[in-house]
């Protein structure tokens, strides 16, 4: 027996980005672990746990539908997510022109009145297309609203923007001014 890709992005993604201590893990301030010691913590939970090694995370970052996570040398780190406390460093980057975010219809008159805030998170997820957020947003409802994101207007009235991954866009917030309904 062999743990899936699918429930090791699950646990790995439970130890970059929400509970790093349980694991006995110390993101460092751009959130990197080293491999090894991620590992050594999956090992400890035991049965085909203890199978998983180096070859097993590359081949879910491979056969992963989104790029949550990525490896660089012999460190790992989740890209974007995080609800530890404190902040990941990202760097700025340009965002595309426009950019999507998927919600419940109910709470769009309050991110109409207040804009949208990171809640749990430690930033705001945005998508890069009305696919994508409309994927995200029917998480949370079988008929999602889209937020239509001028990110470039944002940008130049001084939001800083992160690149998640190729589908994903971060921000600590985006003011009301910025967004529409779609």
């Not at 790093?20 to 893990?25: A, N, R, S």
């Not at 999507?100 to 804009?115: K, L, M, N, V, Y």
């Not at 609203?145 to 866009?169: H, M, P, Q, R």
């Amino acid at each position: 027996m062999t743990v899936g890709d699918q429930d090791l992005s699950r646990v790995v993604s439970h130890a970059l980005r929400h509970e790093p201590w349980l694991y006995e893990l110390e993101l460092d301030e751009e959130g990197w672990v080293p491999v090894g010691q991620l590992l050594t913590a999956l090992h400890e939970k035991g049965g085909a746990w203890q199978r998983v090694d180096r070859d097993a995370l590359a081949r879910m970052l491979v056969n992963a539908t989104k790029r949550r996570h990525e490896i660089d040398g012999e460190r790992i780190r989740a890209l974007y997510g995080h609800s530890v406390p404190g902040r990941v460093h990202k760097l700025p980057s340009e965002p595309p022109a426009v950019l999507f975010h998927g919600t419940a219809p109910e709470t769009w008159p309050e991110i109409e009145s207040s804009g949208l805030l990171p809640m749990a998170r430690q930033f705001v997820h945005l998508s890069v297309d009305r696919a994508v957020a409309l994927s995200v947003g029917r998480r949370k409802s079988e008929r999602p609203v889209i937020v239509e994101v001028d990110a470039k207007a944002a940008a130049s009235s001084g939001v800083v923007f992160y690149e998640g991954n190729d589908l994903v866009w971060l921000a600590a917030s985006v003011p009301s001014r910025f967004l529409e309904r779609g």
